[in-house]
């Protein structure tokens, strides 16, 4: 795995308080990006569904069916 240096300036005693409440500041930093890429993503799917038109009445019920009877 690839990785990258960061580095950040905090107050004297600041990574010591994280270690005491069970925090590692690298995965807690990862986590925060894992968690801005997520919602990034979501926003840019509720765009998509806002602009998608909705599929005609009993459309879902014909799938439903076509997809039994194909496995039939």
């Given at each position: 795995?690839e990785t990258e240096v960061i580095s950040i300036r905090?107050?004297?005693?600041?990574?010591?308080?994280?270690?005491?409440?069970?925090?590692?500041?690298?995965?807690?930093?990862?986590?925060?990006?894992?968690?801005?890429?997520?919602?990034?993503?979501?926003?840019e799917l509720k765009e998509?569904?806002?602009?998608?038109?909705?599929?005609?009445?009993?459309?879902?019920?014909?799938?439903?069916?076509?997809?039994?009877?194909?496995?039939?």
């Amino acid at each position: 795995m690839e990785t990258e240096v960061i580095s950040i300036r905090v107050r004297r005693g600041t990574i010591g308080q994280l270690k005491k409440a069970g925090i590692n500041p690298k995965e807690y930093v990862e986590d925060i990006a894992w968690k801005a890429n997520a919602k990034k993503v979501l926003l840019e799917l509720k765009e998509i569904i806002k602009t998608s038109k909705p599929s005609k009445a009993g459309f879902a019920v014909k799938s439903i069916r076509e997809d039994r009877n194909e496995a039939h």
